[in-house]
């Protein structure tokens, strides 16, 4: 169980506890870590990937895409190694879902969370 020191940080919890319990529902989800808590996760996944694979850097503290980086071997990630503060790692999908004019698209979705355990959203 991870440290929930943020919003991030909860959400993933959330998502390991129902992945935990073989439920098949959240197989879309791309591999995604939170660094430096999962470094040794993390650097098992990267050396066993071939070169194909790349790997979203996501700073936590910061917005609008600025901070973010895709890396694919080991020697991108030297600067990582002393983080201050926490960034999502994710498996990059290479074939994502487009839409019909074969453009990226994103959904911002706003939820009303009223309970953690058990889980309630509106």
């Known amino acids: 169980m991870r440290d929930k020191e943020n919003k991030v940080d909860m959400w ?6 129902m992945v935990d319990t073989g439920d098949d529902f959240w197989d879309f989800l791309p591999d995604t870590l939170i660094l430096p808590d999962e470094w040794e996760r993390f650097l098992s996944l990267l050396s066993c990937s071939s070169a194909k694979v790349f790997w979203i850097i996501k700073p936590s503290c910061l917005n609008r895409g600025m901070g973010i980086r895709v ?3 080991e020697s991108d990630i030297a600067d ?3 983080l201050q503060t926490s960034v999502c790692v994710q498996k990059y999908l290479l074939s994502p879902y487009l839409l ?3 453009l ?3 959904l911002r979705l706003y939820v009303l969370v009223t309970s953690w355990d058990p889980i309630r959203i509106f």
Do not use: G, P, T, W
């Open 80 to 82: 990582l190694r002393d």
């Open 100 to 102: 019909a004019s074969q």
């Open 71 to 73: 890396i694919n071997k």
């Open 12 to 17: 993933l919890s959330k998502v390991e506890e």
């Open 104 to 106: 990226k698209f994103d």
